[in-house]
């Protein structure tokens, strides 16, 4: 049963039961019946709405999809694993205090090797932010 099929069942419920609507209890469940037909109603254009705007949204990804490929090529994902990959590999870039240039490593460097600038040779003070900045109290 739609909605607006059971709306119009509880109408004709309360229609046998002969309700006076000039009557307080008449007038409250007759102003919800006709409350509930109406919202039932609106509920149903707005389900079809919706439809037609999902169909209309998949046709549009499926364009979308043959555009990327002819725009971009097939070959657009593996480029965006291999600058993932990249990035996996250095975790961490590091300035030099001295001349400037800037270094990249990954973890494992980081923590267990002495890291000097591949330019000037300095070494890098490294210090961990999360125990310098750690509460004082
Ligand atoms: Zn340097």
Redesign the pocket.
């Known amino acids: 049963m739609s909605l607006s099929e059971k709306a119009a069942y509880i109408k004709g419920l309360m229609d046998g039961m002969e309700l006076d609507t000039t009557k307080k209890e008449g007038k409250i469940l007759a102003a919800i019946q006709d409350l509930l037909a109406e919202m039932a109603g609106t509920v149903e254009t707005l389900e079809g709405d919706v439809d037609q705007v999902y169909e209309e949204l998949d046709a549009i990804d499926e364009d979308m999809d043959d555009l990327e490929e002819a725009v971009f090529g097939e070959d657009e994902e593996d480029d965006e694993d291999d600058e993932e990959d990249l990035r996996d590999l250095y975790d961490y870039e590091l300035t ?1 205090p ?4 800037v270094t990249a490593v990954d973890e494992e460097t980081l923590m267990n090797e002495e890291i000097c ?1 591949p ?2 040779g ?1 070494k890098f003070d490294i210090h961990f932010e999360d125990e310098e900045e750690a509460p004082q109290e």
């Open positions: 030099c001295k001349c400037g240039t600038c330019e000037c300095a």
